[in-house]
């Protein structure tokens, strides 16, 4: 059964850095397309970063160049890696799979070609 869960979430002063986890199970994270999404309140979930299953990493335009997704198959393991962090950046982050989901970046970064999800770990970004 396919199983996630986020940590590293917490509060952090504006462009400060924090790292997420997602700790997989029940499947192999490297066979699989990993992406990181958030939501905040009263705004739909949007996709920030993902991993494809051949390496394919995109990233939304608000985060680029500030963020940096990874994975570690040895741990089976996602990472999100957030640095010079805004005030916009807070929301509920959330980790999700899915072994097959249509392939183009618009897609990838939708939270419709996931089918897996974890609970989230919330990010505060205030001063």
């Known amino acids: 059964q396919v199983q996630l869960v986020e940590s590293g979430g917490g509060s952090v002063q504006p462009g400060g850095s924090l790292r997420l986890s997602c700790a997989a199970s029940g499947f192999s994270v490297s066979g699989y397309c990993m992406a990181w999404f958030r939501q905040a309140p009263g705004k739909e979930r949007e996709g920030v970063a993902v991993?494809?299953?051949?390496?394919?990493?995109y990233y939304s335009d608000s985060v680029k160049g500030r963020f940096t997704i990874s994975q570690d198959h040895d741990k089976n393991t996602l990472y999100l890696q957030m640095n010079s962090l805004k005030s916009e950046d807070t929301a509920m982050y959330y980790c999700a799979a899915d072994p097959s989901p249509p392939r183009s970046e618009w897609w990838l970064l939708h939270r419709l070609a996931y089918n897996s999800w974890g609970q989230g770990t919330q990010v505060t970004v205030s001063s």
């Open positions: 991993i494809d299953s051949d390496g394919s990493i």
